[in-house]
C-alpha cells in the first residue's frame, strides 16, 4: 500500500506546478485525498481536499482561486494543480487518504500518507 506524491520542483513567482499523488495497494476512490504541506519552521497545515463520493472540493483560504484538486479515479491518482505561486507556498507536500469527509479532513488520522515532495517557489 503506498501513496506517491510527485510534481514538485523549483518555480518562478507566478508560475504554475502540477502534483500528483498516486495510489498503489488500495483504491484511491474510496477516500477523500487531502493535500497538506509544511513549510520549515511551520505546523503542517491542510491546503486542498478532494471528497470520495462526489468530488467536491475545500481549500484553504490562503490557496482558494489559485489551487485546484481533481482526481481521476481510473488512474488512481489525484491532482493539486497551483497556479500563481507565491514565496509563501514553498513547503513540502504531501498527500493523504482520509476515511472521512473533506469537512475533518484536517481533524482525523489519514489511513494513509505519501512521502513529500518538495515546492520552492523563488522571487
Known amino acids: 500500500v503506498q501513496l506517491q506524491a510527485s510534481g514538485g520542483g523549483l518555480v518562478q513567482t507566478g508560475g504554475s506546478l502540477r502534483l500528483s499523488c498516486a495510489a498503489s495497494?488500495?483504491?484511491?476512490?474510496?477516500?477523500?485525498i487531502g493535500w497538506f504541506r509544511q513549510a520549515p519552521g511551520k505546523e503542517r497545515e491542510g491546503v486542498s481536499c478532494i471528497s470520495s463520493s462526489d468530488g467536491s472540493a475545500d481549500y484553504a483560504g490562503s490557496v482558494k482561486g489559485r489551487f485546484t484538486i481533481s482526481r481521476d479515479n481510473a488512474k488512481n491518482t489525484v491532482y493539486l494543480q497551483m497556479n500563481s505561486l507565491k514565496p509563501k507556498d514553498t513547503a513540502v507536500y504531501y498527500c493523504a487518504a482520509v476515511p472521512t469527509t473533506c469537512k475533518y479532513y484536517r481533524d482525523r488520522d489519514p489511513r494513509y500518507w505519501g512521502q513529500g515532495t518538495l515546492v520552492t517557489v523563488f522571487s
Open positions: 495497494g488500495f483504491t484511491l476512490a474510496y477516500y477523500a
